[in-house]
C-alpha cells in the first residue's frame, strides 16, 4: 500500500483500477481514497498528477463517478482521458437514472421494501464519508461528457436494469463497424444495441439504412477522399429517405435522380457525378446493392463493389480496392 507521496510500483502496470474499494485487481495500479482498503496507492482519483501522462491502455473506474460531486465529473473524465494511452479504453460503470425510474414505475417496486431498495441505488449505501451517491447519468449525459474528454463510446450496456457498463475509446475515429453501432445506438438511440434484433431488423426492413457504410463514409470525408451520393428517389420521397441519416453531413456532393432528370443505369448519371466530384470514371470506386447499376458503372470503366446481405464484407472489399490504390484512410 501506497501514499500519493510514495514511490510507485516497478514495472508500473499498463492497467489502472481507480476507485477500487475492495475489489482489488492482480495486473492494475489500484487507487482509492482510503488506506483501509488495501489499495497500491492512495490518492484522490480526481487527480493522479503523480501519474504518467498517455500511459495506460484501460482505465477502470466501476462504481466511482456517483460519488463525486457533480462538477467534478467533467475534470475526473478528462484526467482520466490524460493518463490513458491513445487508442487506451476507459471502462466504467455508473448508475442509469432511467433505469432506476423505470423500476419505480413498476408496480411491484411501489412496494414498501421494495420501493426502499431502489432509493438505496439511486443515493448509496451510506455507511461511511464518500458512500454517497452525489449524481446520475443518462445516455445523453454519458455521451456528451466523454465526448469531452475525448472519449468515444465503444461498447454500452445495461447491468440489472440500473447500471450502465460503459467503454469508452481515446481516439477521434472508432476501431471498427462494431464500435461505431454500439457507439451509434448509445449515442442516438439512447441505449444499447442488441446486435441479434439489428440484425434481423436489417434482413427484413424493405428500405435499410446500412450503418457500416455511414461509418465508413464518415472516415473518407474526414480524410480528405471526396465522395458523392448517387441516388435513384422521387420527389415525394426526398424528406422521407433525408431523415433516415446525415446525408448532407456525409457527402459534399449529392446526385439525386428526381433533381437531375436522370436514373442508374443511365451512363449519363455516372458522367455527371463524375464531373460534379471531379474524378474521372476510372479513378472512381462505384457502390451499389443492384446488379444492373453496377454492371453499367463498370462499362463506363469505374471499379465496383456490389453490396450483398453483409455490408461488412462489402466495405472489406472497398478497403481492398483503396489499400491497392495506395489510397485509404487511415484507421
Same mark, same amino acid.
Given at each position: 500500500?501506497?501514499?500519493?507521496?510514495?514511490?510507485?510500483?516497478?514495472?508500473?502496470?499498463?492497467?489502472?483500477?481507480?476507485?477500487?474499494?475492495?475489489?482489488?485487481?492482480?495486473?492494475?495500479?489500484?487507487?482509492?481514497?482510503?488506506?483501509?482498503?488495501?489499495?497500491?496507492?492512495?490518492?484522490?482519483?480526481?487527480?493522479?498528477?503523480?501519474?504518467?501522462?498517455?500511459?495506460?491502455?484501460?482505465?477502470?473506474?466501476?462504481?466511482?463517478?456517483?460519488?463525486?460531486?457533480?462538477?467534478?465529473?467533467?475534470?475526473?473524465?478528462?484526467?482520466?482521458?490524460?493518463?490513458?494511452?491513445?487508442?487506451?479504453?476507459?471502462?466504467?460503470?455508473?448508475?442509469?437514472?432511467?433505469?432506476?425510474?423505470?423500476?419505480?414505475?413498476?408496480?411491484?417496486?411501489?412496494?414498501?421494501?421494495?420501493?426502499?431498495?431502489?432509493?438505496?441505488?439511486?443515493?448509496?449505501?451510506?455507511?461511511?464519508?464518500?458512500?454517497?451517491?452525489?449524481?446520475?447519468?443518462?445516455?445523453?449525459?454519458?455521451?456528451?461528457?466523454?465526448?469531452?474528454?475525448?472519449?468515444?463510446?465503444?461498447?454500452?450496456?445495461?447491468?440489472?436494469?440500473?447500471?450502465?457498463?460503459?467503454?469508452?475509446?481515446?481516439?477521434?475515429?472508432?476501431?471498427?463497424?462494431?464500435?461505431?453501432?454500439?457507439?451509434?445506438?448509445?449515442?442516438?438511440?439512447?441505449?444499447?444495441?442488441?446486435?441479434?434484433?439489428?440484425? /434481423?431488423?436489417? %434482413?427484413?426492413?424493405?428500405?435499410?439504412?446500412?450503418?457500416?457504410? !455511414?461509418?465508413? $463514409? =464518415? #472516415? *473518407?470525408?474526414?480524410?480528405?477522399?471526396?465522395?458523392?451520393?448517387?441516388?435513384?428517389?422521387?420527389?415525394?420521397?426526398?424528406?422521407?429517405?433525408?431523415?433516415?441519416?446525415?446525408?448532407?453531413?456525409?457527402?459534399?456532393?449529392?446526385?439525386?435522380?428526381?433533381?437531375?432528370?436522370?436514373?442508374?443505369?443511365?451512363?449519363?448519371?455516372?458522367?455527371?457525378?463524375?464531373?460534379?466530384?471531379?474524378? /474521372?470514371?476510372? %479513378?472512381?470506386?462505384?457502390?451499389?446493392?443492384?446488379?444492373?447499376? !453496377?454492371?453499367? $458503372? =463498370? #462499362? *463506363?470503366?469505374?471499379?465496383?463493389?456490389?453490396?450483398?446481405?453483409?455490408?461488412?464484407?462489402?466495405?472489406?472489399?472497398?478497403?481492398?480496392?483503396?489499400?491497392?490504390?495506395?489510397?485509404?484512410?487511415?484507421?
Amino acid at each position: 500500500m501506497n501514499d500519493s507521496s510514495a514511490p510507485l510500483p516497478d514495472p508500473l502496470p499498463k492497467r489502472a483500477n481507480v476507485g477500487c474499494g475492495y475489489d482489488v485487481r492482480a495486473g492494475y495500479l489500484n487507487v482509492d481514497l482510503h488506506a483501509r482498503h488495501g489499495p497500491d496507492l492512495v490518492a484522490d482519483v480526481s487527480n493522479l498528477s503523480m501519474l504518467p501522462s498517455g500511459y495506460f491502455e484501460e482505465i477502470l473506474a466501476q462504481d466511482v463517478l456517483e460519488h463525486l460531486e457533480r462538477d467534478r465529473t467533467e475534470p475526473t473524465l478528462r484526467e482520466w482521458s490524460r493518463l490513458l494511452a491513445p487508442e487506451g479504453v476507459l471502462h466504467i460503470r455508473v448508475p442509469s437514472l432511467f433505469g432506476m425510474f423505470e423500476m419505480l414505475a413498476m408496480p411491484h417496486y411501489r412496494e414498501f421494501a421494495k420501493a426502499k431498495e431502489v432509493v438505496h441505488l439511486m443515493y448509496g449505501t451510506q455507511a461511511y464519508n464518500g458512500d454517497y451517491h452525489l449524481t446520475g447519468f443518462t445516455p445523453a449525459l454519458l455521451d456528451g461528457y466523454l465526448r469531452q474528454a475525448g472519449l468515444l463510446i465503444c461498447e454500452a450496456s445495461v447491468l440489472h436494469t440500473w447500471l450502465f457498463d460503459i467503454k469508452a475509446r481515446k481516439t477521434d475515429v472508432l476501431r471498427d463497424d462494431g464500435e461505431f453501432l454500439q457507439s451509434a445506438y448509445f449515442s442516438i438511440l439512447g441505449r444499447p444495441i442488441d446486435m441479434d434484433a439489428y440484425f /434481423a431488423f436489417m %434482413a427484413e426492413m424493405p428500405v435499410s439504412v446500412h450503418w457500416p457504410v !455511414v461509418h465508413r $463514409a =464518415r #472516415e *473518407l470525408l474526414a480524410s480528405g477522399t471526396p465522395i458523392a451520393l448517387l441516388t435513384n428517389n422521387v420527389k415525394e420521397w426526398g424528406d422521407h429517405w433525408r431523415a433516415t441519416f446525415p446525408v448532407d453531413e456525409l457527402f459534399e456532393i449529392i446526385v439525386d435522380s428526381s433533381a437531375v432528370g436522370l436514373r442508374k443505369p443511365d451512363p449519363r448519371i455516372y458522367l455527371l457525378t463524375c464531373e460534379r466530384l471531379g474524378v /474521372a470514371p476510372e %479513378a472512381s470506386v462505384f457502390i451499389d446493392d443492384n446488379a444492373e447499376n !453496377v454492371d453499367a $458503372a =463498370r #462499362e *463506363l470503366g469505374m471499379e465496383t463493389v456490389r453490396f450483398g446481405e453483409d455490408p461488412f464484407a462489402a466495405m472489406a472489399e472497398l478497403d481492398a480496392i483503396l489499400e491497392r490504390r495506395g489510397t485509404a484512410p487511415p484507421r
